[in-house]
């Protein structure tokens, strides 16, 4: 059973920084996918980033230029540098993961990922 404890959430100005790290176990597939979601109150959980066992990355629009995701295998955690933040940045954030999958086939939809954080709340004021 793979579980997932993210922190790192916080509040920030506008413009500000934030890196959310996610501690992963259980793992027992060599290949994998692990991404980055995000729910604000009243919308749909999207897909911010998501990373894979061979280093693919791939990056939602809101995303690209400011997020940045990685992972380190020796640590078994997956991070989140958030860049030049914004109001609209200002969600409920969970890890993810799904194994047996690469980011080959996958699209960042929550469908996707079948095991998830508890979630870390970022919100940034303007």
């Known amino acids: 059973q793979v579980q997932l404890v993210e922190s790192g959430g916080g509040s920030v100005q506008a413009g500000g920084s934030l890196r959310l790290s996610c501690a992963a176990s259980g793992y027992t597939a060599s290949s994998y996918s692990m991404g980055w979601f995000r729910q604000a109150p009243g919308k749909e959980r999207e897909g911010v980033a998501g990373?894979?066992?061979?280093?693919?990355?791939r990056y939602a629009d809101s995303a690209k230029g400011r997020f940045t995701i990685s992972k380190d295998n020796a640590k078994n955690t997956l991070y989140l540098q958030m860049n030049s933040l914004k109001p609209e940045d200002t969600a409920m954030y969970y890890c993810?993961?799904?194994?047996?999958?690469?980011?080959?086939?996958?699209?960042?939809?929550?469908?996707?990922?079948?095991?998830w954080g508890q979630g870390t709340q970022v919100t940034v004021s303007s």
């Open positions: 990373i894979d066992s061979d280093g693919r990355i």
């Open positions: 993810a993961a799904i194994e047996g999958r690469t980011m080959v086939w996958i699209r960042l939809l929550p469908i996707e990922f079948n095991y």
